[in-house]
């Protein structure tokens, strides 16, 4: 039967990548990669660069472009749902083309587990019922484990628990544990919290652009957000986390 | 001036091994280990297999017993306090023992950011001033990521949040979050949670002995309990974590 490996690759750095990782990518006939377009060029060429680098024997690489998301209207999770639909449709039909012994592998940034849809996508597609596939998961380097260990600080206090958590829902609804980690936070929603509130902040983590601050918000919010601005402008994505740390 | 490098070494499975890991531990001269007593052998010998699997120099491996903690008082912050005080007493004497260009390592299973106390007891080394030294941490794959790897699960859900937390605090607050990991549970916490929670459970990731089991609350819970208790009598030890999801 058709295999689809699903391979988390870490955060930035390609000494994030697990031996278990490296054992699987050899295992893959085909990778899948979805193409967002010009401003993440230069993470689809990382990952070209692994597979390069690790890759001891031949294999395809087959891109196609990532379906347009709708991002203007405003059911969140309806648009996101869709998205995911068509993904499904597309991954669908790049399995329907591969041999019936063959190995797919999809490269995820991080770890498939967390802020990541593939997992989701392949339900759709075993719901869908027209391909007959087994898929496996490697779990990957995270970007808030990357920060953590960067900072040389842990995400729990003693005996504390750690809140994982969207930069949307942290705008919604504030600081809901003592330690919260924040992702995929476009609109610098630390400012929302108390100025006394520890923050840990990292972009580009693993990378060598890899920029690290830390203070109270009080005290470096300002600056995390303008250096964010500053960046951003500058390579014209950026990927960043920090971790918040009530007193 | 001596470094001490804190390498996360991944959740049981060899291979969960980084590059960066890999890369690590072929730096150090002296490998620092609290041996925790004939219990836990195993997992010091898998220890041992990881450098003599990955290390192409030369070596030390110093072991030291792991100073008792108090498990009989009420305060549970305080005992661990005072357990991270003798800890950090033993390693700065060891560090003190290393040549001024040495480089020490720490092997912690997991990452180091995850319920892990070798960051909390450097701090206290660095806080008593007798020993100058640098430190790096490298991160390392956990258990709830093997955990979500294995059952091919996420840890959040779209735009969702996880809470990751321990058992004891679990039996105390409940959920708190639709999405909620649990660690270093010894009670069996899950059977206070509502029975339509669907629960993933998983012990000895990554391991020849791995054991998974899921379904709701209601219908496997018992069975875990069993599962879990038969376990532990027959290896004499156990370590296991799962995700609790809210319907």
């Known amino acids: 039967m058709r295999q689809l490996l699903v391979i988390g690759i870490g955060a930035g750095d390609p000494e994030h990548l697990t031996l278990q990782a490296v ?14 377009g010009e401003q993440k060029d ?15 024997g031949s294999y395809t690489w ?12 405003p059911g969140y999770e309806d648009a996101v749902a869709d998205w995911h639909e068509a993904r ?11 041999p019936e012994d063959g190995v797919a ?11 990541d849809s593939t997992l989701r996508v392949l339900d759709k597609i075993v719901a869908r019922g027209k391909v007959e596939f087994t898929h496996r998961v490697i779990p990957g380097i995270t970007a808030p484990q990357v920060l953590a260990a960067q900072h040389a600080i842990t995400w729990n206090r003693i005996g504390g628990a750690v809140q994982v958590t ?14 919260t980690i924040v992702m995929l936070d476009a609109h610098s929603s630390f400012t929302t919290v108390p100025e006394d509130t520890e923050i840990y902040w990292g972009a580009y983590l693993g990378t060598p652009d890899e920029i690290l ?5 009080g005290s470096v919010g300002a600056e995390i957000s303008r250096v964010r ?13 920090y971790l918040l740390r009530r007193p």
Chains 1, 2 share one sequence.
């Open 229 to 241: 601005a500053a960046a951003r402008e500058d390579k014209g994505w950026i990927m960043d986390t």
């Open 88 to 98: 499904a449709g597309l991954y669908e039909g790049l399995l329907l083309d591969l």
């Open 62 to 73: 087959i891109d196609v472009p990532d379906p347009e998301r709708d991002r203007t209207g």
């Open 23 to 36: 054992r699987a990518m050899n295992e893959v006939d085909a990778f899948f990669h979805m193409h967002k």
């Open 213 to 217: 601050l830390s203070g109270t918000v």
């Open 42 to 56: 230069q993470l689809a060429q990382l990952r070209r660069d692994l597979c390069d680098a690790h890759i001891t």
């Open 166 to 179: 969207t930069g949307r829902r942290l705008a919604a609804e504030g600081l809901v544990a003592d330690d």
């Open 105 to 115: 592998g999809i490269l995820v940034w991080g770890d498939p587990a967390l802020y």
